[in-house]
């Protein structure tokens, strides 16, 4: 029997380990993950250059900020992910978990059942084999019961509320009036009309890029863009000029380099770095 796909066998997105990023984000595109001609690096390397000056002031801001309000605050997730990388677990009973930037989850387990609380960001799951007991995964919308799966749950405000790579998933709201059971290359959605759920055809490669180490973008409007870069990023973008945010951008950038991320994002859609402040950029 072949083994199935692993979570762990992947290619690590932190600091680019294991990854040719020419190769790898041109292949994800179809070779046009950055325009022409552009060199992401060149202007990556700018723009840190440029931030070197702040950088020691935004330690020390951040380290201020943990000294005054870290003993007041509780966090209640077992596990979690650092803004900007993606982190990998392996849940007591074997569950392999891919967390995506700024996520975090609680783990509960019983004789009857294995239960996680995907309190925010996204999450992939491979189930482990050989146990019984039903696995749960539950968000403020949600809950998805997966059968021998691996399978992606979000519980950030999206198009999507869960997708499924592999097996089976059954998604239902939280009173449990609404249910629909998922497929490979399908994922779950609140139907425009709000009545209910519903599936709907998805690409889980490039809906879930970000466990190695991209996101891809498919003709994505700025706003939707600049959200979704925001949290990669270890402080706040805010987009000004509104009339810009009809622009699209079709293409993969990096989420180990910000700086060329946004440096891409930017040369593509004509949106300007305006202001950058120790975990602040102003965009239009």
């Given at each position: 029997?072949?083994?199935?796909?692993?979570?762990?066998?992947?290619?690590?997105?932190?600091?680019?380990?294991g990854l040719?990023?020419?190769?790898?984000?041109?292949?994800?595109?179809?070779?046009?993950?950055?325009?022409?001609?552009?060199?992401?690096?060149?202007?990556?390397?700018?723009?840190?250059?440029?931030?070197?000056?702040?950088?020691?002031?935004?330690?020390?801001?951040l380290a201020?900020?943990?000294?005054?309000?870290?003993?007041?605050?509780?966090?209640?997730?077992?596990?979690?992910?650092?803004?900007?990388?993606?982190?990998?677990?392996?849940?007591?009973?074997?569950?392999?978990?891919?967390?995506?930037?700024?996520?975090?989850?609680?783990?509960?387990?019983?004789?009857?059942?294995?239960?996680?609380?995907?309190?925010?960001?996204?999450?992939?799951?491979?189930?482990?084999?050989?146990?019984?007991?039903?696995?749960?995964?539950?968000?403020?919308?949600?809950?998805?019961?997966?059968?021998?799966?691996?399978?992606?749950?979000?519980?950030?405000?999206?198009?999507?509320?869960?997708?499924?790579?592999?097996?089976?998933?059954?998604?239902?709201?939280?009173?449990?009036?609404?249910?629909?059971?998922?497929g490979p290359?399908?994922?779950?959605?609140?139907?425009?009309?709000?009545?209910?759920?519903?599936?709907?055809?998805?690409?889980?490669?490039?809906?879930?890029?970000?466990?190695?180490?991209?996101?891809?973008?498919?003709?994505?409007?700025?706003?939707?863009?600049?959200?979704?870069?925001?949290?990669?990023?270890?402080?706040?973008?805010?987009?000004?000029?509104?009339?810009?945010?009809?622009?699209?951008?079709?293409?993969?950038?990096?989420?180990?380099?910000?700086?060329?991320?946004?440096?891409?994002?930017?040369?593509?859609?004509?949106?300007?770095?305006?202001?950058?402040?120790?975990?602040?950029?102003?965009?239009?």
């Amino acid at each position: 029997m072949n083994k199935q796909p692993s979570l762990w066998n992947r290619p690590s997105p932190r600091h680019g380990q294991g990854l040719d990023l020419d190769r790898d984000l041109g292949a994800l595109r179809g070779g046009e993950a950055f325009p022409p001609g552009f060199d992401p690096r060149a202007i990556a390397a700018r723009a840190r250059r440029r931030r070197r000056s702040i950088k020691g002031a935004a330690a020390v801001c951040l380290a201020a900020f943990l000294v005054l309000v870290g003993a007041g605050v509780h966090n209640p997730a077992d596990y979690s992910a650092p803004v900007g990388a993606v982190a990998l677990f392996e849940l007591p009973d074997g569950t392999q978990v891919a967390l995506d930037s700024g996520a975090s989850l609680s783990w509960s387990e019983t004789a009857t059942e294995r239960r996680v609380v995907l309190h925010e960001g996204g999450a992939v799951f491979e189930t482990a084999p050989g146990d019984s007991r039903p696995f749960l995964v539950e968000t403020e919308k949600i809950t998805a019961q997966p059968i021998g799966t691996i399978f992606g749950v979000s519980a950030v405000e999206g198009p999507w509320l869960s997708i499924v790579e592999q097996g089976r998933v059954i998604v239902s709201d939280k009173d449990g009036a609404d249910a629909v059971t998922l497929g490979p290359g399908k994922a779950a959605v609140i139907a425009p009309d709000s009545t209910g759920l519903r599936a709907v055809d998805a690409d889980p490669a490039r809906v879930l890029a970000w466990r190695d180490g991209y996101i891809d973008f498919e003709n994505a409007n700025l706003t939707e863009v600049v959200e979704t870069l925001d949290r990669y990023y270890p402080g706040q973008l805010i987009l000004l000029d509104m009339d810009r945010s009809h622009r699209t951008f079709d293409g993969a950038v990096a989420i180990d380099d910000f700086d060329a991320a946004l440096a891409t994002v930017a040369l593509a859609t004509g949106m300007e770095i305006i202001l950058e402040m120790p975990f602040f950029v102003i965009l239009r």
